[in-house]
Structures are given as structure tokens and as C-alpha cells.
């Protein structure tokens, strides 16, 4: 991706807005960027996704979305490399994984807000953020011994919107949790001491 374009924001900018044209693809090379959405309705914000380096968005721009449906917010300094669509389509006919690579992308993020969903349904609040810390260690973690160290770890704002929750919320989980010697944290990283155990904090085991 050296050769392409790369921008750089300052913490606080959009990268794009609902209902903008849909005509490129970004991959994050350093920082934060939320996904969310403005609900017509309600005016209410639905954060989608937190994301960090290495990830990809915007990639319905390729599968022919004409005009956003939601926005990107930078949470930090960040940059990004930004491929026209016509540009990501002539890499996908000459690198096939490509294809795979996109499709991949688009299928776990159906599902994690399929997942998210069910869960603002079926569970309580409590729950909902221990499922995120689970999932957080799922797929942002790194395996240190027996335990999980996640980096650039979310503040309790982020995961409270994450999860629908409060703040308040959040940080009575978290306290429990590490009261519990299931897990530690500070501002910037969460270190798992035992992901079973925190698994079975969603079961209520």
C-alpha cells in the first residue's frame, strides 16, 4: 500500500460523514477511528466499531454502496492509505486473495453486529460489557504465558458506547472483575488473567 495516497488526521476529525459519496476504501496505518451512525429518528448515536491499526473500513464502497451509511471519526492522530474504489478493483483482479480478504472482512462485521444486537435484546447491561472485554481479548489480545495482554486498551466512555451502557456501569464491571483477580487495567492497556473465567462471567458461572 506504499504507493498509494496517505492522509493524516488530527485527533477529533471525520474522514467521512453519513451520506457522503461512497467512493473509497482506507486502511489504517496508525491510530483510532470510530465507526458510528446518526439515527434519523432519534438523532441518537450508534457506535458500530472502534478501530486500530492494521484494520480496514469503508470497504462497502467496493460492494456498491452509492452513499455512506454511517460516519468515521478519528480518536487520536491518525492516518490512513485511501484507495480510489477504481484502484481496489484493479487490485482484486490482479490479487484474487483480495476478494477473500474483503469478503472476510465484511462477514465478521455482519456478524459481530448481528452478535451485538442479540445481545442489546436478550442481555443485561452488566453482561454486555463483560462480553466485550471477552471479545476484546478474542480479537485484539495477545497471548503473554497464560494470560492476554490487549493494548491501546478503550476507555470506559468507548466501551459504554459500545456496549449501550453507562459509564458507571462500565467501570463497576471492570472493578469487579479486577477485584475478582480475573483481569487488570490501566487507561492504555487490559491485562486477562484467565479468559475462561471471564467467559464464565457471561454465563453467570
Known amino acids: 500500500m506504499d504507493a498509494h495516497p496517505h492522509k493524516h488526521y488530527a485527533k477529533g476529525e471525520y474522514i467521512y460523514l453519513q451520506e457522503d459519496e461512497s467512493d473509497k476504501i482506507f486502511f489504517l496505518t496508525e491510530g483510532r477511528v470510530k465507526i ?23 470497504e ?26 477504481e484502484d481496489m478493483q484493479s487490485l482484486m483482479r490482479e490479487r484474487t ?3 477473500m480478504f474483503l469478503m472476510r472482512i465484511i462477514s465478521a462485521r455482519v456478524l459481530e453486529l448481528e452478535q451485538r444486537l442479540t445481545s442489546l435484546v436478550f442481555k443485561d447491561s452488566r453482561t454486555r460489557v463483560v462480553e466485550c472485554l471477552y471479545h476484546l481479548g478474542q ?8 494470560e492476554v495482554l490487549v493494548n491501546n486498551f478503550l476507555n470506559q466512555e468507548e466501551i ?25 487495567f ?5 491485562l486477562i488473567h484467565d479468559m475462561e473465567r471471564l467467559k464464565g462471567e457471561i454465563r453467570g458461572v
Not at 480479537?139 to 497464560?146: A, D, E, Q
Not at 490501566?186 to 487490559?190: A, K, L, N, S
Request: with cysteine; net charge positive; glycine share 8%.
Open 36 to 58: 458510528g451512525a446518526i439515527d434519523a429518528d432519534s438523532g441518537r448515536e450508534i457506535t458500530k466499531a472502534i478501530l486500530s491499526k492494521g484494520e480496514v473500513f469503508g
Open 60 to 85: 462497502l464502497a467496493v460492494m456498491g454502496e452509492i452513499k455512506r451509511r454511517d460516519f468515521a471519526y478519528t480518536m487520536e492522530p491518525t492516518t490512513v492509505c485511501v484507495l480510489s474504489v
Open 97 to 99: 486473495g483480495l476478494n
Open 139 to 146: 480479537t485484539k489480545g495477545r497471548v503473554i504465558g497464560f
Open 160 to 184: 459504554a458506547q459500545l456496549t449501550a451502557t453507562s459509564r458507571q456501569t462500565v467501570n463497576t464491571a471492570l472493578n469487579d472483575l479486577r477485584d475478582k483477580k480475573i483481569l487488570k
Open 186 to 190: 490501566d487507561r492504555r492497556r487490559m
